[in-house]
C-alpha cells in the first residue's frame, strides 16, 4: 500500500516544481537513490543519459514500468538497499535523492556509499524533508516521529539533512529550506545540491 499512496501524495504541481530544481544540472550516469515510482523520471534533463536506480520495493519498481519505458534514458536498477551499494568508487557523474533520505535506516552510511561512488566534482541533489528550525515545530516532530516512522516505513521527521550530508564530507552549495503544503511537521524542506570535492 505504501508506495501506491506515496505516488499519489508525492506527484502534486507543488512536490514536482521543486522535482524540477532538484533535477537541474543532471547529466550522464546518475545514481537515484529511492527510485520508486519513478516520479522523477519526467523531469531528468536531456543531458541524463542513464540512470542507475536504488529502490528496496517490488511494487514502486513495477509502478514506474511506464515511465521507464517511455523514456529515452537507459535504466538499470542498481540495488535495493543505499547502505550497500554494489558499484565502483567515483562511477557516477551525479546522484540524486528526492523524499528518500528520511527513512533508510543508517543515514550516515548510506550518504558515505554515495559519496564514494560520486566522481570527484560530482554532487548529490536533493529534495528532502525534514528537522525545522522553529522550536515548537522541531518538538511536535520529535514528538511525532516514531508514530510516523511506524505509519510510513521508517520516514523520520527530524533529521537535520544538510547538517547530515555535510557531515558525509560532501559540502552543501546550494540550499533552499522552506516549507511547502501540508502540516508543518511534515513539511519543512530541504532543496539544493552538494558536491565532492576533487581532493576527496
Same mark, same amino acid.
Given at each position: 500500500?505504501?508506495?501506491?499512496?506515496?505516488?499519489?501524495?508525492?506527484?502534486?504541481?507543488?512536490?514536482?516544481?521543486? $522535482?524540477?530544481?532538484?533535477?537541474? *544540472?543532471? +547529466?550522464?550516469?546518475? %545514481? =537515484?537513490? /529511492?527510485?520508486?515510482?519513478?516520479?522523477? &523520471? !519526467?523531469?531528468?534533463?536531456?543531458?541524463?543519459?542513464?540512470?542507475?536506480?536504488?529502490?528496496?520495493?517490488?511494487?514502486?519498481?513495477?509502478?514506474?514500468?511506464?515511465?521507464?519505458?517511455?523514456?529515452?534514458?537507459?535504466?538499470?536498477?542498481?540495488?535495493?538497499?543505499?547502505?550497500?551499494?554494489?558499484?565502483?568508487?567515483?562511477?557516477?557523474?551525479?546522484?540524486?535523492?528526492?523524499?528518500?533520505?528520511?527513512?533508510?535506516?543508517?543515514?550516515?552510511?548510506?550518504?558515505?556509499?554515495? $559519496?564514494?561512488?560520486?566522481?570527484? *566534482?560530482? +554532487?548529490?541533489?536533493? %529534495? =528532502?524533508? /525534514?528537522?525545522?528550525?522553529?522550536?515548537? &515545530? !522541531?518538538?511536535?516532530?520529535?514528538?511525532?516521529?516514531?508514530?510516523?516512522?511506524?505509519?510510513?516505513?521508517?520516514?523520520?521527521?527530524?533529521?537535520?539533512?544538510?547538517?547530515?550530508?555535510?557531515?558525509?564530507?560532501?559540502?552543501?552549495?546550494?540550499?533552499?529550506?522552506?516549507?511547502?503544503?501540508?502540516?508543518?511537521?511534515?513539511?519543512?524542506?530541504?532543496?539544493?545540491?552538494?558536491?565532492?570535492?576533487?581532493?576527496?
Amino acid at each position: 500500500m505504501l508506495p501506491r499512496a506515496v505516488d499519489r501524495v508525492l506527484d502534486t504541481p507543488e512536490v514536482n516544481q521543486r $522535482r524540477v530544481r532538484a533535477c537541474r *544540472g543532471l +547529466a550522464g550516469t546518475v %545514481l =537515484e537513490v /529511492g527510485f520508486g515510482s519513478g516520479l522523477n &523520471v !519526467a523531469f531528468y534533463p536531456a543531458e541524463v543519459r542513464r540512470v542507475l536506480a536504488v529502490e528496496p520495493s517490488e511494487v514502486a519498481w513495477r509502478l514506474a514500468e511506464h515511465r521507464r519505458t517511455t523514456s529515452t534514458v537507459s535504466f538499470t536498477r542498481a540495488g535495493l538497499d543505499g547502505e550497500r551499494l554494489g558499484l565502483p568508487d567515483a562511477s557516477v557523474d551525479a546522484a540524486l535523492s528526492t523524499y528518500t533520505l528520511c527513512s533508510i535506516p543508517d543515514l550516515p552510511t548510506a550518504l558515505a556509499e554515495i $559519496r564514494r561512488v560520486l566522481r570527484p *566534482g560530482g +554532487a548529490l541533489h536533493f %529534495l =528532502e524533508h /525534514g528537522r525545522s528550525p522553529d522550536r515548537s &515545530v !522541531a518538538s511536535w516532530q520529535r514528538r511525532l516521529t516514531p508514530l510516523q516512522s511506524l505509519l510510513a516505513g521508517g520516514c523520520h521527521l527530524d533529521r537535520a539533512i544538510d547538517a547530515l550530508i555535510g557531515a558525509a564530507g560532501l559540502k552543501v552549495v546550494d540550499l533552499t529550506c522552506e516549507y511547502g503544503n501540508g502540516p508543518r511537521p511534515a513539511s519543512y524542506l530541504y532543496l539544493g545540491r552538494a558536491s565532492k570535492q576533487a581532493d576527496g
